[in-house]
């Protein structure tokens, strides 16, 4: 590709396979009378603007593809499966169908390398994409026509603890960038994460997962603190977001301690323009945020100020 | 399905690891001991003549309530997500539903929260085929596969281990109960050979033995008071709940624990332990 690539947006794009079962996509098996229509709106503006910003690849950020031994990559050139959601099986059966952006992997592979992380490329062709990598790509681009990257969680921050684990995602974060700047890839990152994360320990009524009258946040107390993180997002408090976030996972549980979003702020360079909130709603109690950061061009400026 | 037979019960009870390095045909030291170990207890399965085996894996892990296997015939290929470099894990196994849906009903009835779950392409978890490719290897015995509850506790898997017995025992079959689960779950955060590979820590080696020993004196209602201990200092694969499981099944007075096999996976402590009923 021409040209030093860049990380055009960035965006926290969690996960729950609830979305896409409200959304009835002809590549989800059960079928739904909608539900969590906040959330799905706010993903309808995501998708507009990955339109309008033509990337070459989106990448993945998931906790659902916890890994022992350092950071993996998704490195074969196309994946395709049913993917059964192991925790909400009866709203969640996903035929799923990507390209993997090669190149990219094996540059983000070595480049992770060369921050001193352990690494793996993840070869194996019959390998099944994680609901999370998969919810969030649909959720973004329901069209699947823009290659993906998928990166796994590394266990570090429930390993060792949570300051070692940002540790590996700021390092993986400055990785990640490098990687798209050398390859030339204009790149959407995406943190595929919620935000406060205790929930409901059974599901209100299973046979009809979308009624929305039984729907609310777990407690007033998480949505105080998803409203605060949110604020400081919207009002590009980077510092205060970065240090009040490790406070925030301690007292909401937050999805947020997988490490997702400190990759994705780290690759971004910490910027301090001011976030959008395209959303927030909750699902099966956890609290749900469809955040973007636009750093493209356009939106900023030729060499708009970003802080590393 | 098998012709019921009036006096159903438990016949066995083994704790099998979970991970697939096991089935690995290279091998470090410990490996080897952890393998033969595990064709042992298939020749044990054998011997007994099962019905049915009833299967509890800590690598199937469940968020809301426990879920039950209710797929008559679950095929498929699985791939593990961090050992996708050992190989592929076809499956093809039978499940036997009357036990499942029983299993289920008695585990409701205890105030359990037990699905079923019956979906084409739903993942079945290394631990579990990892177990089955020992136990039973031909795919002959029907089976029984049980999620392992991220929330619950003592008291709730010993009250599912107890169902799945309670069902075993209203249906009449012979059956042989599995935990698939490891032991101390500290872990090498790098790549090693299969020559390193040995406990990670001397502390985690030494509170397995003190665990196994507990188990091998038949002492379980000791070995479940120290599981609270034990799990917290060694980071026990998913608390060592499965213990529980175990017991609530065979009935924890006087479940005695042959020690097939002890050893290092990836770290982590692992064993083979056999319990006669």
């Given at each position: 590709?021409?040209?030093?690539?860049?990380?055009?947006?960035?965006?926290?794009?969690?996960?729950?396979?609830?979305?896409?079962?409200?959304?009835?996509?002809?590549?989800?098996?059960?079928?739904?009378?909608?539900?969590?229509?906040?959330?799905?709106?706010?993903?309808?503006?995501?998708?507009?603007?990955?339109?309008?910003?033509?990337?070459?690849?989106?990448?993945?950020?998931?906790?659902?593809?916890?890994?022992?031994?350092?950071?993996?990559?998704?490195?074969?050139?196309?994946?395709?499966?049913?993917?059964?959601?192991?925790?909400?099986?009866?709203?969640?059966?996903?035929?799923?169908?990507?390209?993997?952006?090669?190149?990219?992997?094996?540059?983000?592979?070595?480049?992770?390398?060369?921050?001193?992380?352990?690494?793996?490329?993840?070869?194996?062709?019959?390998?099944?994409?994680?609901?999370?990598?998969?919810?969030?790509?649909?959720?973004?681009?329901?069209?699947?026509?823009?290659?993906?990257?998928?990166?796994?969680?590394?266990?570090?921050?429930?390993?060792?603890?949570?300051?070692?684990?940002?540790?590996?995602?700021?390092?993986?974060?400055?990785?990640?960038?490098?990687?798209?700047?050398?390859?030339?890839?204009?790149?959407?990152?995406?943190?595929?994460?919620?935000?406060?994360?205790?929930?409901?320990?059974?599901?209100?009524?299973?046979?009809?997962?979308?009624?929305?009258?039984?729907?609310?946040?777990?407690?007033?107390?998480?949505?105080?603190?998803?409203?605060?993180?949110?604020?400081?997002?919207?009002?590009?408090?980077?510092?205060?977001?970065?240090?009040?976030?490790?406070?925030?996972?301690?007292?909401?549980?937050?999805?947020?301690?997988?490490?997702?979003?400190?990759?994705?702020?780290?690759?971004?360079?910490?910027?301090?323009?001011p976030a959008r909130v395209h959303g927030y709603w909750s699902v099966i109690a956890t609290g749900n945020a469809v955040v973007e950061w636009d750093l493209s061009a356009e939106a900023n400026g030729a060499g708009a100020n970003l802080h590393a | 399905m098998p012709e019921p037979r009036p006096q159903g019960r438990i016949v066995k009870g083994y704790i099998m690891p979970g991970m697939p390095h096991v089935m690995l045909p290279r091998e470090s030291a410990s490996r080897a001991e952890l393998r033969n170990a595990c064709h042992a207890a298939g020749a044990g399965v054998r011997e007994a003549r099962p019905d049915v085996l009833v299967i509890f894996s800590t690598q199937w892990v469940s968020v809301l309530g426990h879920?039950?296997?209710?797929?008559?015939?679950?095929?498929?290929?699985?791939?593990?997500?961090?050992?996708?470099?050992?190989?592929?894990?076809?499956?093809?196994?039978?499940?036997?539903?009357?036990?499942?849906?029983?299993?289920?009903?008695?585990?409701?009835?205890?105030?359990?929260?037990?699905?079923?779950?019956?979906?084409?392409?739903?993942?079945?978890?290394?631990?579990?085929?990892?177990?089955?490719?020992?136990?039973?290897?031909?795919?002959?015995?029907?089976?029984?596969?049980?999620?392992?509850?991220?929330?619950?506790?003592?008291?709730?898997?010993?009250?599912?281990?107890?169902?799945?017995?309670?069902?075993?025992?209203?249906?009449?079959?012979?059956?042989?109960?599995?935990?698939?689960?490891?032991?101390?779950?500290?872990?090498?955060?790098?790549?090693?050979?299969?020559?390193?590979?040995?406990?990670?820590?001397?502390?985690?080696?030494?509170?397995?033995?003190?665990?196994?020993?507990?188990?091998?004196?038949?002492?379980?209602?000791?070995?479940?008071?120290?599981?609270?201990?034990?799990?917290?200092?060694?980071?026990?694969?998913?608390?060592?709940?499965?213990?529980?499981?175990?017991?609530?099944?065979?009935?924890?007075?006087?479940?005695?624990?042959?020690?097939?096999?002890?050893?290092?996976?990836?770290?982590?402590?692992?064993?083979?332990?056999?319990?006669?009923?």
């Open positions: 590709m021409a040209g030093k690539g860049s990380i055009v947006c960035g965006f926290i794009a969690p996960h729950p396979p609830h979305l896409v079962y409200g959304e009835n996509p002809p590549q989800n098996i059960p079928r739904s009378s909608g539900g969590w229509e906040v959330l799905r709106w706010a993903y309808d503006n995501c998708r507009e603007k990955i339109k309008q910003l033509k990337p070459d690849v989106i990448i993945v950020h998931t906790p659902h593809w916890m890994t022992l031994v350092g950071h993996h990559v998704t490195r074969v050139p196309r994946l395709k499966g049913l993917s059964v959601d192991p925790i909400f099986p009866h709203l969640f059966r996903y035929n799923f169908d990507t390209a993997i952006d090669v190149e990219l992997a094996d540059a983000v592979y070595d480049e992770a390398r060369a921050e001193g992380l352990i690494a793996r490329k993840m070869t194996n062709p019959n390998f099944r994409l994680d609901y999370g990598t998969i919810v969030t790509s649909h959720m973004l681009n329901p069209g699947w026509d823009i290659p993906i990257l998928s990166l796994s969680a590394n266990n570090s921050p429930y390993y060792f603890s949570l300051g070692v684990g940002i540790e590996e995602m700021y390092k993986l974060g400055r990785a990640t960038r490098r990687a798209i700047e050398k390859t030339g890839r204009r790149a959407v990152l995406a943190a595929s994460n919620t935000l406060s994360h205790f929930h409901f320990d059974r599901e209100p009524d299973p046979n009809l997962p979308e009624d929305m009258s039984k729907e609310h946040v777990f407690s007033h107390a998480n949505y105080l603190w998803d409203m605060r993180v949110l604020r400081l997002m919207r009002e590009g408090r980077m510092d205060e977001l970065l240090q009040v976030l490790p406070e925030f996972i301690e007292k909401t549980g937050a999805e947020v301690k997988s490490g997702g979003l400190f990759w994705m702020l780290a690759a971004m360079g910490f910027p301090k323009v | 879920l039950v296997q209710a797929r008559a015939n679950p095929t498929g290929l699985h791939v593990d997500e961090n050992w996708y470099d050992i190989g592929n894990l076809p499956y093809d196994f039978r499940t036997d539903l009357e036990l499942a849906h029983r299993t289920i009903e008695l585990g409701t009835a205890a105030g359990l929260q037990v699905r079923p779950v019956d979906y084409e392409g739903f993942p079945v978890d290394t631990g579990t085929l990892v177990a089955l490719s020992f136990l039973n290897p031909k795919n002959e015995i029907p089976v029984v596969c049980i999620s392992c509850n991220i929330y619950s506790g003592r008291d709730e898997e010993m009250k599912l281990g107890k169902a799945a017995a309670d069902a075993v025992r209203a249906l009449g079959r012979r059956a042989v109960a599995i935990a698939s689960s490891g032991l101390s779950g500290h872990y090498f955060t790098r790549e090693i050979t299969d020559d390193e590979d040995r406990i990670v820590s001397e502390t985690d080696d030494a509170l397995n033995r003190r665990l196994l020993d507990l188990i091998a004196a038949g002492k379980s209602a000791e070995a479940m008071d120290l599981v609270p201990e034990y799990a917290a200092k060694t980071g026990a694969d998913m608390q060592f709940k499965s213990y529980y499981w175990l017991m609530g099944a065979l009935g924890s007075d006087g479940a005695k624990g042959k020690v097939l096999g002890y050893g290092s996976i990836w770290g982590s402590g692992a064993a083979v332990i056999e319990f006669s009923a």
